[in-house]
């Protein structure tokens, strides 16, 4: 019996993936663990293995195409014994005859593109839709396969089908085929349309600009990543569920640079070098375990309390931004957070965390200091509790012992979700946290 291969959930809230390349063809030999296909979640790309033995008898779903639904038949194996030639996937149920005596056209197998709901045009209607574009006839009624987004946006865009040359499984015609084909290169039976459907030119707006007016402004319009799709829609829900409320301190950074040049001279030798960054995770940490009532996430009915501190922390990655996590945080040496945030940030550029290793997290924090930035607030990152913004770190007038001075001071200011942490309780965590950089000793006990 054929076994069908579908899109897998390579994380507990994937919904779609990008099936980015094949790396398998038609015909080839495949076993348990063997790589079948490299898929491209809202965060990372994953490789996809196979379970089963047999001879992959179809691909499906092309390599490069967008928003694949989990579950979606993306390929079938013929198992042991059988044909591969033989070894389809099962076609989709025959759709009712039309009041019309025309035959219905051959069900085709599921494809990994949207489904238009069917028309509701008369049948009197329908014969004056246009044979190539609207129903992937051609004048001498010879179909044209196409898969129906193809049809609705060749439609939309004026572009005759029979001009293009399919891509997909058996020659079909896939969205990705139209893209760069002329607009209005329309049949002759089809370019003159109406009167009564001509518009000012002004109005139109192409299809895929979305709700972005057309000012007519020279621009160039760049696809969404999957991850940027998520960021959108995450940060979204969080400023829109999210009650924020925001606390900023200036904290004095000598004793914590000058601990770090003492620490960074006897971790030389076994190649380990902190950055600020390494111990303001760690002052953060554990400025959330002396503040638990900072360390939850608010669950509607319920406030979840955490017992460790795990940080997530915002690394910036071509296309987007990933939060790699230090799991518990506090109950270890700057050093060896130092080692993880390396390795897991060197690993996110590459794209190839696993979801383990970016989902999760207590609480989360942004460093733009490196980049000049001298306040900022940031977005929580639900359903976290709280994130902690750290600007740069620079020389400034500052009161040192009753007596003005040059000191190097930062900001940091926290955001809180005010349904599960109290203005008071933020402010216990921000001045637990600004007591521990100021005190750093504090860090290494």
Sequence with gaps: MPIELKMPALSPTME?????????????????????????????????????????SQILV??????VKV?????????????????????????????TAAPAPTPEPARAEPVEAPSSSSP???????????????????????????????????????SLTGTGPGGRIVKADLEGAPAGAASAATAAPAPAAAAPAAAAVPATAGAIPDFGIPHEDAKLSGMRKTIARRLTESMQQSPHIYLTV?????????????????????????????????ALAVALERVPACNVSFGGDVMRQYSRADISVAVSIPGGLITPIIVDAGGKSMSKISTEMSELAGRAKEGKLKPEEYQGGTASISNMGMMGIKQFTAVINPPQGMIMAIGAGEKRPYVVDDALAIATVMSATGSFDHRAIDGADGALLMKTFKELVENPLGLVA
């Design 62 to 67: 092309p390599e490069g195409t967008d928003n």
């Design 16 to 56: 779609e993936g990008t099936l980015a390349k094949w790396l398998v063809k038609e015909g080839d030999a495949v076993k348990s663990g063997d790589l079948l296909a490299e898929i491209e979640t809202d965060k990372a790309t994953m490789e996809f293995e196979a379970i089963d033995e047999g001879v992959v």
């Design 250 to 282: 200036d904290i004095r950074l000598d004793a914590l640079l000058k601990l770090r040049g003492e620490l960074n001279a006897s971790l030389e030798s076994r190649g380990v070098k902190l950055s600020v960054n390494d111990m303001l995770i760690k």
């Design 124 to 162: 009197t209607e329908a014969k004056k839709d246009s044979p190539s574009t609207s129903s992937g006839q051609t004048e001498k009624g010879e179909r044209v396969k196409a898969s129906p987004l193809a049809k609705r946006l060749a439609a939309e865009q004026g572009i005759d089908l029979k």
């Design 71 to 99: 579950g979606t038949v993306i390929a079938v194996i013929a198992g042991e014994g059988e044909d591969a030639g033989s070894a389809k996937a099962a076609p989709a149920p025959a759709p009712a005859p039309a009041p």
